[in-house]
């Protein structure tokens, strides 16, 4: 037995712990972030309808039936109630039911990469407001945030205004990471070669954290940054204030950022090299090396080239002229190309004279 002094002394220490708990997902200052929160709380309370009477029911059979207990009924033989069959599985079954329908409705109302409707629950967005876009690089260890409407870019600081819808466009240097920031909007990954996209908006002013919520090193415990939500005169002054300090983030100036790196402190670029974020999506910031868009559209263009050559020698044989996927001997038409068509007569009586000529 624990002494009772103990374990009013345990009680005690939980409750000071506790009160140095941040609850920021269940209170955050961004309206996806609150609808995420509200999405806990209701299938938190679904499932409680369930948790909640079982528990209850447990403790209250272990009490009635206790051996102490004399008056309960024994029946040996009971095996079956259709009533109590009906509630075990009925139940569970309304709970998944509406789970399943609560899960489709926000998984389409709050995908990523869905423009916002609203800026927060009284407040719709208008049709002729634009999103700020905000380019965002998870490097090794830290974070590049680039503001292309501005010319601007930052090291560990991301700076919006309030009720301004964003556009985030995200991508990374080498490795996976993940792009979190609680108080605004869920995780999103952030992968080489690849661009995500997030939409979110923060409605009350202040300092918030965000980090890698993704494992991708010896760095990724200090791979965080500060989230500012300021006024629109703040964010004015504040991206006045980058131009004004100098410095440009140069593609070589880049290159040297990309470098493995912690605890770096925050830097401010006054301007920022054309296409950047664009050749670090494509992995060619180095001049030397090749984009991956460029490659890509040459072997698509070598393998159109392949399937005319192929046609030419094949006559008769329905080849898709949009293209291949990937192997220049399939046949398999790529998800851009058009219905395939058989050769018209004329085009088949053709190949057959040339065939008949080069015999002769």
């Not at 409750?15 to 209170?27: I, K, P, Q, R, W």
């Not at 008056?71 to 259709?82: C, G, I, L, Q, V």
């Not at 990523?112 to 090794?140: M, S, T």
């Not at 605890?263 to 001049?287: Q, T």
């Amino acid at each position: 037995m624990i002494p009772s002094n103990l374990r009013r002394g345990l009680g005690l220490l939980s409750l000071v712990l506790l009160a140095g708990c941040d609850m920021v997902v269940m209170n955050p200052s961004g309206d996806i972030a609150k609808q995420q929160g509200q999405l806990v709380v209701a299938s938190t309370l679904l499932m409680l309808l369930i948790i909640v009477p079982v528990i209850v029911l447990t403790l209250l059979f272990a009490w009635r039936y206790r051996k102490s207990n004399t008056k309960a009924r024994y029946e040996p033989d009971w095996d079956h109630s259709t009533q109590l069959e009906l509630v075990i599985w009925g139940a569970p079954l309304l709970i998944i039911i509406a789970l399943g329908l609560l899960t489709w409705i926000s998984t389409h109302l709050l995908d990523p990469y869905r423009p916002l409707q609203r800026i927060d629950e009284n407040r719709p967005l208008a049709a002729n407001v634009k999103p700020l876009e905000v380019q965002v690089v998870a490097l090794d260890w830290k974070w590049l945030f680039i503001y292309p409407e501005q010319g601007v870019a930052s090291v560990n600081e991301l700076v919006t205004p309030v009720d301004v819808p964003i556009n985030f466009k995200i991508s990374a240097s080498t490795v996976m990471n993940s792009f979190y920031i609680p108080a605004l909007a869920g995780q999103i990954y952030a992968m080489p070669g690849m661009e995500t996209q997030l939409h979110a908006v923060i409605n009350k002013p202040g300092v918030y954290d965000g980090f890698s919520a993704n494992y991708s090193g010896a760095g990724f415990s200090h791979m965080r940054f500060k989230y500012h939500g300021v006024s629109d005169d703040d964010f004015k002054a504040w991206v006045q204030k980058t131009k004004a300090a100098g410095g440009e983030l140069s593609r070589d100036g880049y290159l040297s950022l990309e470098q493995p790196s912690e605890r770096e402190p925050v830097r401010r670029y006054g301007a920022v090299a054309p296409g950047l974020f664009k050749a670090i999506v494509n992995r060619c910031v180095d001049p030397k090396a090749v984009c991956m868009d460029e490659m890509m559209a040459a072997d698509m263009q070598r393998a159109k080239s392949s399937v005319v050559r192929k046609e030419e020698h094949t006559p008769g044989v329905a080849v898709p002229a949009g293209g291949i996927t990937g192997n220049q001997n399939s046949t398999v038409p790529s998800s851009d190309a058009g219905p395939a068509t058989a050769p018209s007569p004329s085009h088949s009586m053709d190949s057959k004279k040339s065939h008949h000529d080069r015999a002769h």
